[in-house]
Every structure is written in structure tokens, then in C-alpha cells.
């Protein structure tokens, strides 16, 4: 049980013994009627009842009628009214007062002291009732809490897996397509020239006129495992610039204003799915200069810590202040956060500004690195 909920119910428990206590000390005082002790008794019993079950919300009329029944011959039993009372106010049912208010209206309420001590345990009953609702709707609130964070955390497990075992597979196919043009091709071509150079070998002790030809055949099988070979590295470059040359470029190609490129540290550290975080980061921000700044400059900053890539975009324009994202910041945002970075922005009269902060080194990253 909550710690604030066991709070309440200790409290209420608390009420409801004092009140019987008060009721028999009451009863010791006065005449000591056999029917004002059946009523406490009577009191007593739905006390236990309510503090080790949960009845009915109508049981508080049995404590109702018990009073009732017992006015005419003690008429301090007008204070027992209070206990059913305090629990109609509890469980939210008004409607359980109306026998109290017709007895009211048939016998005269002795003091205006049992009138104050009703309407105190009917508010006491109330608080007590809306405390406990406010309690509940803030677990409530709590507990979808830290569900979304759970969720965002199992999200973020999963894409950098998802990245990792992407940029894995992509470097186990190009370990293979290697494999296979190098089998298929520079090898094929050895062995054909190995065997023609045993071939020559023999011929050559022969003084054989075909070792002449053989020989020739040689060269050509060797100059064709040369120019394999040389085709199989040219292919292994990849024609589409990566990392922070790409950025580099994504800076040149834009025509809006001029930019600043600068970056430092080690971008050979960063991997293949940070950099497919950072491209489409610089290229939002851009685009939002272009469309909310009319700046003519913009400084792209690229710096590589030892556990860190923090890329810095300003422009010296001026924006009209805002502080809500845009869908296209808001989804970066949330692929920020799934690798355990953040990207931050702000934008006013000294122009637009972004920063993303990425993480190099992440518990999850070694983990799947280590599964793959």
C-alpha cells in the first residue's frame, strides 16, 4: 500500500476508535443504559467490519437506524450520529443523511454542541474523502509516468540496437560482396596463373617452343588479378560522402546565406547512426533559417569530445521569439533521446540557434556491440 493512502486509513481508524471511546466514556458518566451499550457495541462491530473489509456504502444505515432506536432511552445517542455520518460523507453518498435529517426533523437536536460536532464529522468525512481521491489521481499520474519512461527507455534500447545491428549488417555485406569478388575474380585468375607458371616451368626444362606462349598467358592472367584487384578497393569506397565530410558539404551546397564550417576533435570516433542523427539535425536547421531568419551568415560548429559530438548551428539574423518546436525539431527530439542525447533551440531578435548533444559512450551501445 501507498505510503500517503496508508497515512488516510490510519487516520480514519484513528477517528472512528476515538469516537467509540468517547461514546463509552459517555456512557460510564451517565444512567450506564443497557441500550446505550448495545449501541456501542453495535457501533463498535461496523467499526471492525469497516477496518477489515470494504462493505456495502448502505451499511452505514444500520448504524443510523441503531441511533435511531436508541434516542428515546439515551438521548446521547444523537452523538452516535456522528459515525454514520463521517461515513456517508466518506463514501461520497449524501443520500445516506436522509434518515439523520427527518429524525432531526421529528426530535429536537439536544445542543447546538451535538449540531457543531455533526457538521465536524460531516466535513472531517468529506476532507478525508477528497484527500483520498486527490492521492489516488496523483498515483494515477505517477504511475503513467513512469510508464512513458519505461516505454522511452525500451524505445531507445531498441533503436540503438536496431542502428547497431544495421550498420553491422551492412559491413558483414560488404565483408562479403569482398569475399566474393576476390574469390571470384583476383583468385580465379592466381590459380590460372599458377598452374600456367608450372606449366612453363616444365616446358622451360623442355626448351619446348610453347613455353613462349605459356609464359604470355601468364602475364595476362597476372595483369588481370592486378586490375581485379584494383576494381574490388576502388568499390569498397563508398560514392556517397559519410560523416562529417558529408556535413561539410550539406554546408557548401547551401545557397540561402553564407556558413562557417568548423569542427573539431576525432569524427572518426562517432558512428554510423550518430551521423545519421546529425545530417538531418543541420539540415533542419538550416531550412529554418532559411524560413524564419533573415540572416546572412551561419556558424556550424562540430565539436567531438571524449564522450560527447555537440553540433552548434547560430545565424546572426533575427526570428520572432518562440519556444514551441516544429514537427520536424520535435521528431529529431525524440531521436535524440532514444540514443540518450538532447537537442535544444531558441530563437529571438540575435537570430535562430540549435543544439544537439549525442552521446559516444552509452551502456546500450556497448551491450549490443558486444551481442553482435
Not at 426533523?105 to 465536524?120: D, E, K, R
Not at 560488404?174 to 571470384?184: G, K, N, S, V, Y
Not at 531521436?335 to 540557434?353: C, L, M, P
Request: proline share 3%.
Amino acid at each position: 500500500m501507498d505510503k500517503s493512502n496508508f497515512t488516510l486509513l490510519r487516520g480514519t481508524t484513528i477517528f472512528r476508535v476515538i469516537f467509540i471511546m468517547f461514546l463509552l466514556a459517555l456512557w460510564l458518566n451517565g444512567d450506564a443504559a443497557i441500550e446505550a451499550f448495545l449501541l456501542i457495541m453495535i457501533l463498535s462491530t461496523m467499526v471492525v467490519v469497516r477496518w477489515r473489509f470494504e462493505p456495502p456504502g448502505w451499511t452505514v444505515l444500520v448504524d443510523q437506524l441503531a441511533c435511531i432506536l436508541v434516542i428515546p432511552f439515551w438521548p446521547q445517542a444523537w452523538l452516535g450520529m456522528t459515525l454514520p455520518l463521517f461515513e456517508s460523507a466518506l463514501k461520497g453518498k449524501a443520500l445516506y443523511s436522509i434518515p439523520l435529517l427527518l429524525v432531526g426533523a421529528s426530535f429536537a437536536i439536544p445542543s447546538i454542541f451535538t449540531v457543531f460536532f455533526l457538521l465536524l464529522s460531516l466535513g472531517l468525512g468529506w476532507l478525508i474523502k477528497e484527500t483520498t481521491v486527490l492521492v489516488r489521481n496523483l498515483q494515477k499520474e505517477a504511475d503513467q509516468d513512469r510508464q512513458d519512461r519505461y516505454e522511452l527507455e525500451k524505445l531507445k534500447g531498441d533503436l540503438l540496437e536496431a542502428n547497431i545491428k544495421t550498420a553491422y549488417m551492412a559491413e558483414l555485406t560488404e565483408r562479403t560482396r569482398i569475399a566474393r569478388d576476390l574469390h571470384d575474380h583476383v583468385g580465379h585468375e592466381l590459380t590460372g596463373a599458377t598452374l600456367a607458371l608450372q606449366a612453363f616451368e616444365q616446358l622451360w626444362k623442355e626448351d619446348n617452343a610453347k613455353a613462349e606462349e605459356v609464359f604470355r598467358q601468364v602475364s595476362e592472367r597476372l595483369n588481370d588479378s592486378v586490375t581485379h584487384l584494383r576494381e574490388t578497393v576502388h568499390n569498397t569506397k563508398s560514392d556517397i560522402t559519410m560523416g562529417s565530410s558529408r556535413l561539410e558539404k550539406i554546408c557548401e551546397a547551401y545557397q540561402a546565406c553564407d556558413v562557417t564550417w568548423q569542427a573539431d576533435g576525432d569524427t572518426m570516433r562517432v558512428p554510423v547512426y550518430i551521423w545519421g542523427i546529425l545530417e538531418p539535425v543541420l539540415k533542419e536547421a538550416l531550412t529554418n533559417v532559411s524560413r524564419h531568419s533573415n540572416a546572412n551568415h551561419v556558424d556550424v560548429f562540430l565539436d567531438v569530445s571524449k564522450k560527447i559530438v555537440r553540433l552548434h548551428v547560430s545565424d546572426n539574423g533575427k526570428t520572432k521569439h518562440t519556444s514551441e518546436a516544429g514537427i520536424g525539431i520535435r521528431n529529431l527530439q525524440t531521436r535524440a533521446k532514444a540514443v540518450g542525447g538532447n537537442i535544444s533551440f531558441s530563437s529571438s531578435d540575435r537570430g535562430f540557434q540549435l543544439v544537439c548533444v549525442l552521446p559516444l559512450e552509452s551502456n546500450h551501445i556497448f551491450s549490443a556491440d558486444k551481442k553482435a
